[in-house]
C-alpha cells in the first residue's frame, strides 16, 4: 500500500513526465515546421542526399509527435484524477522545450554536426537558438522550484 507521500510524490512526477514529453515534441514540431519545411535552411541530417535528408525529417517529425502523444495520454490521466498541477507542467514543458533545443544546437549542430540552424551564417543563429533555449529552461526551473512543496489540486479530495 502507498503510504500519503508516495500517493502524491508519482502525480507530481508524472506532471513532470508529462510536461517535459510535450515540451519536447513540441520543440521538435517546431524546429521540423520551421526550419525544415516552410524555410528549408535544414534537413536533421544533412551530410548525404536530399533523399536521406527527407527521410530523416520523418524519422525526426514521428519522435516528436510521439513525445506529444505520450505527454498528452499523461496529462488526460492526470486530469482525469484531478491531480493536474498546472504551474509544475508549464514549468516542465519549458523545461523539455528548452532541454531539446539546447541539446540540439549544442550536441546535434557543434558536436555531431549532423545540420546547422543556417549555413553560412552560423554564429548570430547559433547565439539566438541556445539564448532561447536557456531562457526556457530557466522560466521553467523557476517555475518547477516554486512548486516543489505544491500538491496537486484534487489530493485528498
Known amino acids: 500500500m502507498d503510504s500519503p507521500r508516495t500517493a502524491v510524490i508519482r502525480p507530481v512526477r508524472r506532471n513532470v ?23 528549408q535552411w535544414h534537413h536533421f541530417y544533412d551530410k548525404s542526399t536530399a533523399s536521406a535528408g527527407l527521410f530523416s525529417d520523418g524519422l525526426f517529425h514521428a519522435f516528436g509527435w510521439f513525445a506529444v502523444v505520450a505527454g498528452l495520454f ?14 509544475r507542467w508549464a514549468g516542465a514543458l519549458l523545461v523539455g522545450a528548452g532541454g531539446f533545443q539546447l ?28 539564448t532561447v533555449a536557456v531562457l526556457m529552461i530557466g522560466v521553467g526551473v523557476f517555475l518547477l522550484v516554486r512548486t516543489r512543496s505544491a500538491e496537486p489540486a484534487g489530493h485528498g479530495h
Open 103 to 130: 541539446y540540439d544546437g549544442t550536441i546535434q549542430h557543434k558536436l555531431l554536426t549532423l545540420h546547422q540552424i543556417r549555413y553560412n551564417v552560423e554564429l548570430p543563429y547559433d547565439i539566438a537558438w541556445n
Open 17 to 39: 513526465l508529462s510536461g517535459v514529453l510535450v515540451g519536447i515534441g513540441i520543440a521538435a514540431f517546431v524546429d521540423e515546421v520551421v526550419f525544415h519545411q516552410l524555410l
Open 74 to 87: 499523461l496529462f488526460a490521466d492526470l486530469r482525469r484524477h484531478r491531480l493536474l498541477m498546472p504551474l
